[in-house]
């Protein structure tokens, strides 16, 4: 490998590294610093502005934002970069939904020049969807045309310093063991997993099994609680039957990367949702007996 080649890799190493395990250090996973707020753009029914929602952030002591927007917040962007600055919120990632040709994807590019003048280095989330005659594809075939719409994306990601997650959204793409297979054929520094809890309905009983093979590989990871049934249903943290035994796994595996408090769909007012969900958090720890984590929240 020329010296080229080596600094390369070197700085595309570098930028996955920041991705999850080294990203922030802290001793318990679940401490109020180690949190980024999520699904709170979209999901408020009081519109924040970009100030409004970083004031908001503020208040719950919540210091990093994972970023998911619509097409009508593109003209924020710059702004929502600017006051998460302002208001000492780091940007650690941001949403992409991308299809089977992101060299297309007029998006992908604004968010790529966005990143690279604001001289933000970060995490894109990125779900692939979109993708014709799925279903009749070979497991070889659906791994190959995932990768190459992911190689796409990682490589414009490299050039500005980024790492992309791969986000679970339910279908073949949501599998954990389908990601895990990508990432292996793909074999770029800077790819990796975003697993969320609120996605996790039929992988509740295999969490045990595949969640510490994708801990080597994991970006960051989202709560939520989940209450077993025929559906499962999502519901606020600590309110389900099934989140405190995986956050156990998860608080005894070796990951150390952040962990997304949500909104989604807890309550039509995203403060109000994230407040819920950390009163949770808090209900978990204690059956956890946590305390270092919850020193954090007095």
């Not at 002591?61 to 003209?75: F, Q, S």
């Not at 702004?79 to 990632?93: S, V, Y």
């Not at 280095?121 to 993708?131: D, L």
């Not at 997993?193 to 996790?200: G, Q």
């Amino acid at each position: 490998m020329c010296r080229k080649s080596i600094l390369t890799f070197l700085v595309l190493l570098a930028a996955v590294s920041s991705n999850a395990q080294n990203a922030r250090r802290t001793n318990s996973i679940f401490a109020r610093e180690n949190l980024i707020a999520w699904c709170i753009v979209p999901y408020d029914v009081k519109n924040r502005t970009p100030a409004e929602r970083a004031e908001m952030l503020n208040k719950l002591g919540i210091t990093m934002l994972a970023y998911d927007w619509r097409e009508k917040h593109i003209p924020e962007f710059d702004t929502e970069l600017d006051e998460l600055k302002k208001h000492h919120i780091a940007l650690q990632a941001f949403w992409l939904y991308s299809g089977p040709n992101p060299e297309n994807d007029k998006n992908l590019d604004i968010i790529i020049d966005l990143l690279k003048r604001h001289k933000v280095k970060t995490q894109i989330w990125c779900m692939v969807a979109g993708i014709k005659d799925i279903d009749s594809m070979t497991q070889d075939e659906k791994v190959k045309v995932h990768a190459r719409a992911i190689a796409y994306i990682a490589d414009k990601a490299a050039e500005i310093g980024c790492s992309v997650g791969l986000y679970n959204h339910g279908g073949w793409y949501g599998e954990p063991e389908n990601q895990l297979e990508i990432i292996r054929y793909l074999k770029k520094p800077n790819i990796g997993i975003v697993y969320n809890f609120h996605h996790a309905e039929e992988q509740i009983d295999r969490f045990p099994e595949f969640f510490p093979r994708i801990v080597p590989h994991l970006m960051a990871l989202n709560l939520a609680g989940l209450k077993k049934g025929n559906p499962v249903k999502v519901v606020p943290v600590g309110n389900g039957d099934a989140e405190l035994k995986m956050m156990q796994i998860v608080k005894n595996s070796t990951y150390r990367g952040p962990v997304g408090i949500i909104n989604e769909e807890t309550a039509p007012d995203a403060e109000e949702g994230l407040t819920m969900n950390i009163s949770g958090l808090k209900k978990v720890l204690k059956q956890m007996d946590d305390k270092e984590a919850l020193k954090t929240y007095q």
